[in-house]
């Protein structure tokens, strides 16, 4: 029983099914389809926040970027949904039918050979997590190898995003433009706009969520975990210890750039757009703060970080459209400076400990309490004359003499 309670607390599986009884089952029965949809939504930003969590609170490794990689994953998968929206019958219209409608506006009468291997949904599947990763392999091998870190790599994540952003916007023609890619309407012909849909996009979304949750958890409580520590609070100690510290750091930038994608392309699938404003500078802060919020020490802390602050944020434009700006503001400044930590750190220093005395008190509390009645003592001349009842273990069993 103890080491079941010492492998539950390691990975802190209490927290996890409480997430996923929420998320699996709460929710979906207290919410209609159009704010489920929603939280669908908020949650592939939590992939995002995830990753972060891994590269910036394990690593040390604070990215200013991670919009891009979950912009690209989004776009791959986009590109597939946009073809699949965009044959010969639908396009009958268009001068060029057969090719999506924005490529059609910019004069373009043959589709692009880097768009043909996006017709293939397992090629497409493929790309949402290696097209992010390849490029954080790039960025990540190339920085942390000449020791770049610090304030300076968040600028060069920031310079990315922005790069990125620009050439987005500018290939107008191969990429939708400002306008993005819209009209994502089927999945192999299974239509993605019906309830019924949606409801198994969320499931999806959800059961991605955890398995990512569960796998970086892994990663935590291993070798390259007590690493990833070491190296954000001694990194000289652990690069004189003799390990690599950079491959540790290229490695994380990697699967947190991974998770980002994954979160981009199921976004696509349930919003049914994608556009540049979720691969710029703005949008990659945002994706900090979730993290910030809900505790950059913590994966499941990450994800109710995300949903708190994309609930403030629909709550405050739809009551005060005006003004709700300022409300989020408050709200982040108000969270940073009383909970530092994020929601994971006032769970940890004010909801256990108050547990802990609550329980402490219910069982001091138990053992003063009477147990019961308590006979009265035998006097010891009436304990000679009863008789006894001992069973004498001479004797077969069940058996037993009285007054021996």
């Not at 770049?148 to 952003?165: E, K, M, R, S």
């Not at 503001?329 to 750190?345: K, Q, R």
């Not at 001091?364 to 147990?371: D, E, I, T, V, Y």
Request: glycine content about 10%; charged content about 10%; some cysteine.
């Amino acid at each position: 029983m103890n080491a079941l309670k010492a492998w539950i607390q390691r990975y802190q599986l209490a927290s996890l099914v409480l997430l996923t009884v929420l998320l699996a089952v709460v929710l979906p029965l207290a919410l209609d389809i159009f704010r489920l949809n929603l939280v669908g939504k908020y949650l592939t930003y939590a992939f995002v926040a995830i990753g972060l969590v891994m590269v910036w609170g394990y690593g040390g490794v604070l990215s200013l970027g991670q919009g891009v990689f979950f912009g690209l994953g989004g776009y791959a998968m986009a590109m597939f949904l946009k073809l699949e929206a965009s044959d010969p019958i639908s396009t009958k219209i268009q001068s060029t039918p057969g090719i999506p409608d924005f490529m059609d506006w910019n004069q373009i009468t043959e589709l692009p050979a880097f768009w043909v291997p996006f017709k293939s949904l397992p090629f497409t599947l493929a790309a949402v997590i290696v097209v992010p990763t390849l490029l954080a392999w790039v960025i990540s091998f190339a920085m942390f190898k000449r020791r770049v870190g610090g304030v300076y790599f968040a600028i060069i994540t920031q310079a990315v995003a922005l790069i990125c952003t620009v050439l987005i916007i500018g290939q107008q023609g191969y990429t939708g433009g400002v306008n993005g890619m819209t009209d994502l309407k089927t999945l192999w012909g299974w239509d993605t706009r019906t309830d019924s849909a949606k409801y198994i996009l969320y499931y999806v979304c959800v059961a991605l969520l955890i398995g990512s949750i569960v796998l970086c958890r892994w990663v935590q409580t291993g070798k390259v975990g007590t690493l990833l520590l070491a190296m954000r609070d001694k990194e000289d100690r652990v690069r004189f210890s003799g390990y690599d510290v950079a491959n540790f750091k290229v490695f994380t930038f990697c699967l947190a750039a991974a998770l980002s994608g994954i979160g981009g392309a199921l976004f696509s699938l349930q919003v049914g757009f994608m556009s540049p404003s979720f691969v710029g500078i703005v949008p990659s802060i945002e994706m900090v703060i979730y993290a910030a919020v809900g505790g950059r020490m913590s994966l499941v802390g990450a994800v109710y970080g995300t949903l708190l602050v994309n609930a403030g944020k629909t709550l405050f434009s739809e009551s005060f459209p005006e003004m709700w700006l300022f409300l989020m503001a408050g709200l982040f400044i108000g969270v940073t400076m009383a909970f530092p930590m994020g929601l994971a750190g006032l769970w940890e220093s004010h909801i256990v400990p108050w547990w802990q005395g609550l329980r402490a008190a219910r069982r001091l509390a138990s053992a003063k309490a009477p147990r019961g009645s308590v006979a009265a003592p035998v006097a010891p001349a009436a304990a000679e004359a009863a008789p006894s009842c001992a069973v004498r273990p001479d004797l077969p069993d069940g058996v037993s003499r009285q007054g021996i």
